[in-house]
């Protein structure tokens, strides 16, 4: 080369020269796309004019379950428990479930509640022949997976749980506890805990929820909840049944998680959050309360030790790249929420090709606007008498 630099040629080579290394670095910039492009959903974001362009919305990395190839997951039973962010994950199913055409398992008092007071059987359904099986089941009911696992053969079964302080509080404000069970004074929490025993053995609708509201939801009895050997038992039997228990804090996580082990994508999980209180709703909590609270909650708070652990473990095990599928989750739902919800929609989606209107629609809806379609779609008749009777009875069960 430097016997060609010298030669008379020089310019006409120097410019050969750059057209070549241009050339090359095209070829290699073009192969390492290819290459790529063979990975799971990890995502390299481009910004224009400060705005994240379209990233890959193709379904999770199960290499770290040492699969080759790994259908989604479409047999869903979903653990609906109380004031845990239960609501908002119930939307993503009844989303996912409903673009994919999966058949729900619908309540007969036609409410998103088979009941919240009885175990579930089969009697609870509506208008079902007695041999007809379901793809999801997504709404409130005690846990009894053997019935269930009829209903939704070959499931994966999974639950939301939360910190019992924080879901005790919410349950406590959000069922009007001091108007029900007529707590004096402007602080119906710190009245309740005042004298527990007294008004969580009042009936009133929610009063199933004054003690370790998740553990009865997920099947524990009255009768068992300060026999902490029954308790450890219960936990130990939900570590087996059930496939996969999220954190209400850590919600973002929880879903990614969730996306990786069903092999789902990231347009799946997008949410809008439900039901979300003002901030004057919230009773504030000492350290002295939260203590009380703890007390009175053990079965609930070693529960959510336990399931705490095992999601973490579980993270662990998916390797650095679940924390790259966070990040671009974060800032998909993130453009997504200031899309459809600030009036910035438009076709063009500011480079975001998963936004459409139709999208944006089907996160506006709630979870009981999703059960009217789920109805509609297959065919389920109006509310009846008998229904519209069990459901004064039981409750709505939100």
Not at 149 to 167: H, L, N
Not at 215 to 223: A, I, K, Q, R, V
Not at 338 to 349: E, I, K, R, V
């Amino acid at each position: 080369m430097d016997k060609m630099a010298l030669s008379s040629t020089k310019l006409s080579l120097s410019r050969l020269k750059n057209y070549l290394i241009l050339i090359s670095t095209v070829c290699l910039l073009f192969i390492c796309i290819i290459f790529t492009s063979d990975k799971s959903h990890h995502v390299v974001t481009m910004q224009t004019s400060n705005i994240i362009q379209t990233p890959s919305v193709r379904r999770g990395d199960n290499a770290s379950l040492g699969a080759d190839e790994i259908l989604p997951q479409t047999k869903i039973v979903f653990l609906k428990t109380h004031k845990t962010g239960s609501s908002t994950l119930t939307t993503v199913i009844q989303r996912y479930g409903l673009f994919y055409k999966l058949r729900f398992a619908v309540s007969n008092i036609h409410t998103e509640s088979y009941s919240s007071t009885e175990k579930f059987t089969r009697a609870m359904l509506a208008e079902s022949e007695d041999e007809e099986v379901f793809d999801v089941m997504c709404y409130h009911t005690r846990f009894d997976r053997r019935t269930m696992e009829d209903i939704v053969p070959g499931a994966k079964f999974i639950t939301i749980i939360r910190e019992p302080s924080a879901q005790f509080e919410s349950a406590c404000n959000w069922f009007l506890w001091g108007e029900r069970a007529g707590i004096p004074g402007p602080d119906p929490l710190r009245g309740f805990m005042a004298d527990p025993v007294k008004y969580s053995s009042m009936e009133f609708q929610s009063s199933y929820l004054t003690r370790n509201g998740m553990m009865y939801d997920l099947g524990l009895d009255f009768t068992d909840m300060e026999d902490m050997d029954a308790v450890d038992d219960k936990i130990k039997s939900l570590h087996s049944e059930l496939d996969l228990v999220l954190i209400s804090e850590y919600f973002d996580e929880s879903l990614v998680l969730m996306m990786r082990l069903f092999d789902w994508e990231f347009t799946d999980i997008l949410y809008q959050k439900q039901r979300v209180r003002s901030q004057s709703q919230h009773s504030q909590m000492d350290p002295e309360l939260r203590a009380k609270i703890i007390s009175w909650n053990m079965a609930d708070v070693k529960l959510y030790n336990h399931f705490n652990r095992t999601f973490w473990s579980k993270v662990v095990r998916q390797g650095s790249g679940f924390w790259e599928d966070v990040s671009t989750f974060k800032h998909m739902l993130a453009y997504t929420n200031t899309a459809c919800f600030n009036s910035l929609y438009n076709d063009q989606s500011g480079g975001y090709s998963h936004v459409t209107q139709e999208l944006c629609l089907q996160l506006h809806r709630t979870s009981l606007r999703q059960l009217q379609v789920i109805h509609e779609k297959q065919h389920i008749p109006i509310i009846n008498i008998h229904s519209l009777f069990r459901f004064i009875i039981t409750g709505p069960g939100i």
